[in-house]
T-cell receptor, first 114, second 111 residues
């Protein structure tokens, strides 16, 4: 199993609010979970990642949590700013064989309203 | 370090033609992955190469192929183009599949 379900597909928040995006996966042996941000007309950029040996990782206003038992991971953005507006993609690295690749969710369009 | 580069940036072709896209990874990176990005479908995995060997391939028809050279540069080829092949084609390089760095993409339009 290599699918990644990402929700919501669109998210609109007021500047200063928090935003949460959730992803679920099916490959229980996956051990690497990155998040990418893609601004309009630009390439995806890695913003944070987490490996399966930790449950949470934080970098300034961005945090990622991982629940391996439930097979889901989430991106949390606090104190959102208009420049956070972009499409966010979660991904996971499959365990091996035909699953040894990054599989991406379909993305979440985040709009931060001033 | 120089980032991932892709050429050409834009391409217009007609149905039935073939196309070759190029990707130069970050120096020292041996893994190159290719993705097709279309609205609503996100990033769909095409294939991944590591040290000139294809390690994995996505669910795309055989018209999509690729290769990697000894300097880690990679090319992908699409033969007998169809309208549905219009998309942004992104490559990403990494040391070994984690921490992938994306190129700017090649925007392919098939008329």
């Amino acid at each position: 199993g290599e699918n990644v379900e990402q929700h919501p597909s669109t998210l609109s928040v007021q500047e200063g609010d928090s935003a949460v995006i959730k992803c679920t996966y099916s490959d229980s042996a996956s051990n690497y979970f990155p998040w990418y941000k893609q601004e309009l007309g630009k390439r995806p950029q890695l913003i944070i990642d987490i490996r399966s040996n930790v449950g949470e990782k934080k970098d300034q206003r961005i945090a990622v949590t991982l629940n391996k038992t439930a097979k889901h991971f989430s991106l949390h953005i606090t104190e959102t700013q208009p420049e956070d507006s972009a499409v966010y993609f979660c991904a996971h690295l499959g365990s091996g064989g035909s699953n040894y690749k990054l599989t991406f969710g379909k993305g979440t369009l985040l709009t931060v309203n001033p | 370090k120089a980032g991932v580069t892709q050429t050409p940036r834009y391409l217009i072709k007609t149905r039935g033609q073939q196309v070759t896209l190029s990707c130069s990874p970050i120096s020292g990176h041996r893994s190159v992955s290719w993705y097709q990005q279309t609205p609503g479908q996100g990033l769909q995995f095409l294939f991944e190469y590591f040290s000139e060997t294809q390690r994995n391939k996505g669910n795309f028809p055989g018209r999509f192929s690729g290769r990697q050279f000894s300097n880690s540069r990679s090319e992908m080829n699409v033969s007998t183009l169809e309208l549905g092949d219009s998309a942004l084609y992104l490559c990403a390089s990494s040391l070994d599949l984690d921490e992938q760095f994306f190129g700017p993409g090649t925007r392919l339009t098939v008329l």
